[in-house]
């Protein structure tokens, strides 16, 4: 079995953004392993923040194919994710990965999945797993209905998630670029 279930949820307003993840790592659809699982961090020099769901292993390898493009292409966020996406789509990858990440530097911020698909998020909110639309319902509507800036927006959103969604807690991971 593969332990599943998260939300991540990253935010752009007013040249901050920030990606949150929760800590909850479920063994199947009955057990709850950790809650203190971190499913976001930094990477190529802090510059990179990305915060992944899906699988662990597939995310894991993932995130391998992504830092190893993202060295190769002198940290271009979006050549990166790109040429992730072509490996999936040309076979060089022997298989499609059950996994997905929100990645973000200070310009752009992305969502690559292990399927091939790249995809910049519309009106600056994005979200990835379990309790992904609870967040980004919520964060959407504060975007558009607050003065908050994007830490409280995300904070917020996430404590929302966490109380519907079952395989997220509030036990939070976040980050900003």
């Not at 967040?135 to 003065?147: F, G, I, K, P, Q």
């Not at 927006?153 to 980050?175: G, H, Q």
């Amino acid at each position: 079995m593969e332990l599943r279930g998260t939300t991540i949820l990253g935010v752009k307003k007013d040249g901050r953004t920030i990606i949150a993840g929760d800590g909850q790592a479920t063994l199947g659809e009955h057990v709850i392993m950790k809650s203190n699982s971190k499913k976001v961090r930094r990477i190529f020099n802090d510059k990179v923040v990305i915060g992944f769901a899906g699988g662990v292993a597939d995310a894991f390898a993932l995130e391998a194919r992504f830092e190893e493009l993202l060295q190769k292409f002198s940290g271009n966020l979006l050549r990166s994710a790109v040429e992730v996406a072509l490996g999936f789509r040309d076979d060089k990858y022997p298989r499609k990965l059950d996994a997905q990440m929100i990645v973000a530097d200070k310009n752009m911020m992305l969502i690559i999945s292990g399927g091939g698909e790249v995809i910049e998020p519309e009106g600056n909110v994005c979200s990835i797993g379990s309790g992904s639309l609870y967040a980004m319902a919520s964060a959407r509507a504060l975007m558009e209905n607050t003065d908050l800036d994007a830490m409280e927006i995300v904070k917020k959103s996430m404590k929302i998630a966490s109380d519907m969604c079952v395989y997220t807690n509030d036990n939070l991971t976040i980050e900003e670029v």
